[in-house]
């Protein structure tokens, strides 16, 4: 194995080791990786991403090899184990090279006995193999199996299940533990030259398309498309008939929807605004790459900077569960109690944001969640609590709420909602 090898794995698990912490696994990756060669900067993150997304998973075997409680190991030990195990049983790794590379990783951060402790679990585990009865089977213990072969809380996975089929909820688990793929909006849909950026239709929605090879950057720079998920896509397409300027997006960073909407409609001025002034400039990078020019403005959205729009997009923070798959740390993150805090700021921004749309304009509210509180239920609370507007009869889906099921899809999930403020008089 080659020093380069080792210096990614050595990556990786500073950033387990810093997620553990409390970081983010995105920041952390961005910090700890820097100086790799790309090769080993892809190797870096499919290992250390793939252990966090898969932490239940692994976390349920290592209990078997380990003779004492997991919650009683030093946190350097628990993130080798938890990579070493899961270059064993989700890469082709070859096992003495896992073992071996794990340790020399390791090296500097654990000591010689914590060392041996890893050998020793790594070493069971490559030569006995995943024993059969670590996880539940689907049927007698879905609960059980989803969250520890599925690597998901338990909670979260209560929940979907009194909502959703199991067949779908499984389908869901096993899409946020795959990396997704590189999709574009095409910014011209009928542009011809795609497979010379390296891309190639989608084929489950038009005006999409997918990564085949080559580099993102070659076709944002050349004014073909940006990259956005199928599920964020859906919800500009949403939004954009009928929308009027001024069209302000209210929580606009990292602003692939304000970059959409841009090319989707020819509403002016099209303001993008943020709470933070970082945030916003990778709105600003992403319009200026792809051709856009909207107006950056800094503004909390629930003391709104600006009056009077015809179109407010409020792509309200929420728990994210829709795109768990991008976030390979967020299913650790949310708790129910967060979640809480949650609506309570969406709705806050929600009604702030009703307070800027003219007579007649339109509020489209907007989650990348899965859970109901966080979408119709509160657009139903909006709703009953603001007479002045309804559900937009007028719209794509004719009064409808955009509901975006990664599982129907094969995409991220999404929830939109397209709310029309009565004219007056």
């Known amino acids: 194995m080659t020093e380069e090898g080792v210096a990614a794995r050595r990556a990786a698990l500073a950033v387990l080791c810093d997620v553990q912490a409390g970081a983010y696994a995105d920041r952390a990756a961005a910090d700890r990786f820097q100086g790799l060669e790309p090769r080993d900067r892809g190797l870096a993150q499919e290992l250390a991403f ?33 990579l070493g195990l899961y270059q064993l049983r989700e890469t082709r790794v070859p096992p003495h090279a896992a073992v071996n590379t794990m340790l020399e990783a390791a090296r500097g951060t654990a000591g010689a006995g914590a060392r041996g402790l890893i050998n020793a679990v790594l070493r069971r585990a490559a030569r006995e193999g995943c024993p059969s009865d670590v996880f539940p089977a689907l049927d007698a ?25 199991l067949a779908d909820v499984r389908r869901l688990v096993e899409l946020d533990n795959r990396p997704p793929p590189v999709t574009f ?30 580099r993102p950057v070659d076709a944002i720079r050349r004014g073909l498309a940006i990259v956005q998920d199928p599920a964020a896509s859906a919800v500009v397409d949403y939004v954009s008939p009928g929308a009027e300027g001024p ?67 409020l792509d309200a923070p929420c728990s994210g569960t829709g795109v768990l798959r991008r976030r390979p740390d967020a299913r650790w993150r949310v708790r129910p109690g967060k979640m809480s805090a949650l609506v309570e700021r969406q709705g806050e921004l929600l009604d702030a944001a009703a307070d800027l749309v003219e007579p007649g304009g339109l509020l489209v509210y907007a989650t990348c969640s899965l859970e109901p509180e966080e979408n119709a239920h509160q657009v139903d609370r909006f709703l009953a609590a603001r007479p002045e507007f309804h559900r937009d009869p007028e719209g794509p889906l004719e009064g409808k709420d955009l509901h975006v099921m990664p599982w129907e899809s094969d995409s991220d999930g999404a929830y939109a909602s397209r709310l029309r403020k009565r004219r007056t008089g």
């Open 50 to 82: 793939g252990a966090i997304r898969l932490r239940a998973r692994l976390d349920a075997e290592l209990a078997r090899w380990c003779d004492r409680p997991l919650d009683r190991l030093d946190a350097e030990v628990l993130a080798a184990l938890r």
């Open 247 to 313: 069209l302000l997006d209210a929580c606009a960073a990292p602003g692939g929807k304000t970059v959409g909407l841009w090319f989707a409609s020819d509403a002016r001025p099209l303001i993008a605004s943020d709470i933070r002034l970082d945030r916003l400039w990778s709105v600003r990078a992403l319009a200026r790459d792809a051709g856009a020019d909207p107006v950056l403005l800094v503004m909390d959205g629930r003391r709104p900077a600006v009056r009077g729009a015809h179109t407010v997009l």
């Open 141 to 165: 213990d879905p609960v059980g199996y989803l969250s520890t072969w599925g690597s998901h809380p338990v909670w979260l996975v209560r929940r979907w299940l009194e909502r959703y089929a």
């Open 185 to 214: 909006r095409l910014l011209d849909p009928a542009a011809s030259d795609l497979a010379e950026v390296g891309l190639a239709p989608w084929p489950s929605r038009s005006g999409m398309a997918v990564l085949q090879d080559g």
